[in-house]
């Protein structure tokens, strides 16, 4: 009741200071000489009425506005009634229409970006609550994902009895269903946290040679049993160099991984995979080259956000959010990555990070 009241009283307040400022200037015209003209002063009440109380409001306000400059031409007392009088009169009575519409305008205006803006705020609000959901739903499907997995590796190690090879087989294949369901799941589940509270990196002295190694020795079962070779350019150098960057070890090892399978999944057998590591003044360059499809030119723009899928064979395998997750990591560590097309066949994924310090 008590918003009620004070609602009501402002309201009241409202037209109480537009009826005074009528009164006002009602008085200045009609205290003075016809020459002297105080109708421009109306534009004040005009604008009030029409910001407070819409488009009627604006409407009168302006009709009784023109209405009292016109008639102060023979209230209070007739005099000669000159050209130049008329002309003064028509030129505030213009002004004052100018105004009425203008601000009839202008009250739309706000009308439609108030509306806009609720609209847009309904939609965060979406936004939030289904990334909220997401979210929770992400982090609950782990807990059976994980109960799986030990349930099969409990299996496979013939706890439960004795496994024939075959059986193994199977065990191994669903094994492997359940840790990229896993992997999916955890990766997805980052992609929101780090959208919603940024990523948080432990950072050290890091040496992209050592962790692109330690990658490629990880994934070359993976790549062998597709036939593809993987390879490590040390760019202008012929030697084993390091590569020093200030950064998170764990995320950094995420990229080189996602990046890596990537140009696994996307290679023909018999292909190679070349990881490039090059070290420049200011910063160290990291190239993934790979002879797979290309990615068409429409595409490009698109390649790291989040859950975009193009429709080319090679965007079309996927989610859309490992590569979205690579960029999260390397912009957080102040870096850029990329893709583009090779000159030949194949594309090229890289990112740059601001050199690092060594390690004594």
Known sequence: MSNQASFHRAHLLRIGLIIGLFMLVLTLELCTPVDYLFGYLYIAPILLASFRFGRTAA??????????????????????????????RSIASA????TGWLSENNHSYRVAITKQQSQLDIQQQLVRLREDF???????????????????EAFQHE????????????????????????QLV?????????????????????????????VVSHL???????????????????????????????QLQRVFTNLLKNAIDHSRRGERVEIVLESHADQQVVKILDAGSGITTA????????FYQGHSDRQAKGTGLGLYLCRQIIEAHHGIIWADNRNAVGAVFGFKLPIGTYRI
């Not at 016109?70 to 050209?83: A, E, F, G, H, K």
């Not at 002004?95 to 100018?98: E, G, K, P, V, Y």
């Not at 929770?136 to 349930?151: C, E, N, R, S, V």
């Open 220 to 250: 070359s079962p993976l790549a062998a049993a597709d036939r593809i070779y993987l390879s490590i350019n040390y760019g202008a150098s012929d030697f084993r160099q390091s590569l020093w960057v200030n950064g998170d070890r764990f």
């Open 134 to 152: 997401a979210s929770t739903l992400t982090h609950d499907l782990k807990t059976p994902l994980l109960g799986g997995i030990a349930a099969l």
């Open 95 to 98: 002004t004052l229409i100018l």
């Open 159 to 182: 706890n439960f009895g004795a496994v024939t090879a075959k059986q193994q087989q199977v065990l191994a294949m669903m094994l492997h269903s359940h840790q990229t369901s896993l």
């Open 186 to 214: 955890e990766t997805l589940l980052d992609v929101y946290r780090n959208d919603t509270e940024g990523l948080q990196l432990f950072l050290a002295p890091v040496d992209l040679t050592a962790l692109a190694e330690e």
């Open 299 to 306: 595409e490009l723009p698109h390649l790291f956000q989040r």
């Open 59 to 88: 409407i009168y306000t302006t009709i009784i506005a023109l209405i009292l400059t016109l008639i102060n031409l023979w209230i209070p007392d007739s005099q000669v009634i000159t050209m130049a009088m008329v002309v003064d």
